[in-house]
Structure formats: structure tokens, C-alpha cells
């Protein structure tokens, strides 16, 4: 939720622009507390995977942006999870509509320890961890009406046990190699900015919109 609701030319005015020698990951934490400030839900993101099927994109939500890591959560067992570990590649992109941006990032895929899902797991809502304990995410259910009474028939069977995170559920960080900001222009002739992991820090770029 956002914290407080800036206006679209002050916080235009406090988006800086990004420049060769600018850290692209604290570009972009600067940037995601502007998009909340603004009211934009920052967290959510697009997260495009490539499998036996083809490609596939769905929204996620990022939870953090730490130690050069964007990290997100999600059923192990899931399609994007499955693909995610096969190809150990993914991309992400945010819009920000307040900010009149768009991040892409790009970058190397893998699981999170244990230890940091188990503490993302135990910080939730325990409505979201019943939910994470029984849905059987992208495989074929008889109902959704026979998911609601398995949740009903679990909180029986727990009572007020505490739950712990099931094996199926975690959490992967996506290491960046590729950022790129973009930021609306007029006549749609926008401006992009691309940043590249080198042999040391990032080599910067300007692209055609
Ligand atoms: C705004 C938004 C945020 C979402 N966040 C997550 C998330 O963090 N983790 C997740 O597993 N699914 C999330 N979902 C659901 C996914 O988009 C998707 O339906 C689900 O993960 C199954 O995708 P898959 O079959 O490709 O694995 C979110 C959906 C929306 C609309």
C-alpha cells in the first residue's frame, strides 16, 4: 500500500535520470519507493519463463530487492517454477504508471536458501500459508467449491498449530545482468537507459525508444 500520495510532477521531478557510473539496482530502489509513494502497487511485476511449452508470462509480486537479488515466492511445483529451475533464466518487468516508467531486468535464476523462505513462509498471513499448504498450483482441480472445503476440512485438522512452510512452497533470486530503465517521453520519443553486468560493475547505454 502505498505510504503517501505525491503528486505526478513532484514525483516526476524526483525520479533521477539514469547515467553512466549510476548503480542500477539502487537506481531502481529509488525509483520503486518513488512508484509506492505514488500509489502504484511497485511490487508487482511480469515474470516471463521459457519452457517445454513455449514462452509464458504471468504477474508476480517481488519481494525484495536484496543483496543484488530480486526475490519472489512461489509453489515449487508450478509451471513457472519447473521452468525456471530447467532453463535457470527469467525476466522481469515493472510499470510504474505514476512514475511513468518501465523497469526490465534480466538476469540468472536460482532457489533461495532454505532459511530465507522459511522466514518470508513465517512472516505471512496465516490465510496465505493455508492457502500455500494445499493449492496444488497449475495442476488440474476437480472444483474450486472441493479446493474451499479442503481449506475448510485443514483448519480443523491444525487448529491453532503453528504452520510450518510445506517443501513445495519457496522462494527463487533473480540475479541481474541486463536492467533497463524507461521513461515515457513526449511524441513517444521515449528514453531508454541500459545497463549491462561487466567485468567490473555495469557498462551503460542509450537505446532507440
Ligand atoms: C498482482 C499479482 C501478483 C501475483 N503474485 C504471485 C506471486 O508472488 N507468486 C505466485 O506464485 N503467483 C502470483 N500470482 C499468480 C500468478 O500470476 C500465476 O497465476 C500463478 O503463479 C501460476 O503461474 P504458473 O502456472 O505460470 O506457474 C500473482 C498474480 C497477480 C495478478
Request: neutral net charge.
Amino acid at each position: 500500500m502505498p505510504q503517501t500520495s505525491a503528486g505526478k510532477s513532484e514525483l516526476l521531478a524526483r525520479r533521477s535520470e539514469p547515467s553512466a557510473g549510476a548503480d542500477p539496482l539502487k537506481l531502481f530502489s529509488t525509483w520503486y519507493t518513488l512508484a509506492r509513494s505514488g500509489g502504484d502497487r511497485a511490487d508487482a511485476a511480469t515474470l516471463a519463463t521459457y519452457g517445454d511449452q513455449g514462452p509464458a508470462a504471468r504477474m508476480v509480486l517481488v519481494k525484495s530487492c536484496v543483496h543484488g537479488q530480486f526475490r519472489i515466492f512461489t509453489n515449487y511445483e508450478s509451471r513457472k517454477a519447473r521452468e525456471l529451475e530447467a532453463e535457470g533464466r527469467a525476466a522481469l518487468v515493472f510499470h510504474w504508471p505514476s512514475l511513468e516508467a518501465q523497469v526490465r531486468v534480466q538476469g540468472r535464476v536460482a532457489r533461495l536458501e532454505r532459511e530465507a523462505s522459511d522466514d518470508y513462509f513465517a512472516s505471512r498471513p496465516r490465510g496465505s500459508q493455508l492457502s500455500a499448504l494445499l493449492s496444488p498450483q497449475s495442476q488440474p482441480i476437480e472444483s474450486y467449491a472441493a479446493l474451499v472445503a479442503q481449506r475448510e476440512a485443514l483448519i480443523d485438522a491444525l487448529g491453532d498449530r503453528e504452520i510450518e512452510r510445506p517443501a513445495h512452497w519457496g522462494g527463487y533470486g533473480l540475479t541481474p545482468d541486463l536492467i533497463e530503465f524507461w521513461c515515457e517521453g513526449e511524441n513517444r520519443l521515449h528514453r531508454r537507459y541500459e545497463y549491462q553486468r561487466a567485468a567490473s560493475g555495469w557498462s551503460f547505454r542509450l537505446l532507440g525508444p
